[in-house]
């Protein structure tokens, strides 16, 4: 039941279903990413909202950056890319803009956040005396302040009216099995099972390289990254698969048997040529 019900949010939207949501139950969509960095997991992210608000969902994200910064706003854009400004000023990473452009939202600063914010944020509380001298540790009180923060973050509006939003899509920046990532998956592990398996679906985007002349899709870099996850405690529901060109079927049977996913479950986002061509891949792509 419970995997009908991540199905629903993502892949049965292109039928334009009804979702009833548990009254006062926040959903959360977390997008990870394996194999490499750059793969578009922001355009993804950004992509799976607008299938969601296709559904008649309201929809908020969040992005995690594990960079020691407490925001981009110093950071050359040689090595990490443009800034954007939000609203309220805050510098933030580049895909907080497709975020905003996707869904039609007005984010504030603290929908990104950093490995900085969260560090500044414990020191600064172990300084007031509020862990009443207990020693401070990553385990418990940094997951713990990650997981408080997404949960507060999530209720916030951002799309102009009042109540929080149906689902929060979060998406965790970096590559699985990075150190500084560890945190942040240990947090999001406790969240999944504190807020419940409902109310959890977890989207991995990896790629699908084509190597040399042999034109072979290999599925083994997938797998790989796919183990890295499930031995942090997270398994993911679907598989955004990023490939030059349209995914084989004998590799979906490949990525369903190895990766314990279901061949409706994986998602095929190959080389398009415009970025808002994505949601339709999304939503088209189990056809």
Known sequence: MCCKLRIDWIVECRNQKFIELESGRMKYV?????????????????????????????VTSIKIDPYLNTDAGTMSPFEHGEVFVLDDGGEV???????????????????????????QSVIDNERRGNYL??????????????????????????????????????????????????????????????????????VHVSLVPVIGVVGEQKTKPTQHSVRELRALGLTPHLLACRSSQPLLENTKEKLSQFCHVPESNILNIYDVSNIWHVPLLLRFSTR
């Open 93 to 119: 990473d580049l895909d907080l803009g497709n975020y905003e452009r996707f869904l039609d939202v007005t984010l504030t600063r603290n929908n990104n956040i950093t490995t900085g914010k969260i560090y």
């Open 30 to 58: 977390l997008v990870s990413g394996g194999v490499v960095s750059g793969l578009g997991k922001g355009v993804t992210a950004s992509s799976i909202g607008v299938v969601l608000k296709a559904c008649g969902l309201r």
């Open 133 to 202: 001298g207990k020693t401070v540790q990553v385990i418990p009180h940094i997951t713990d302040a990650i997981r408080d923060w997404i949960i507060a973050v999530a209720g916030i509006p951002v799309d102009g009216k009042e109540g929080p939003a149906d689902v929060c899509v979060i998406e965790l920046g970096g590559t699985v099995g990075d150190i500084e990532s560890m945190p942040f998956i240990e947090s999001l592990r406790q969240l999944s099972y504190s807020v419940g398996p409902e109310n959890f679906c977890l």
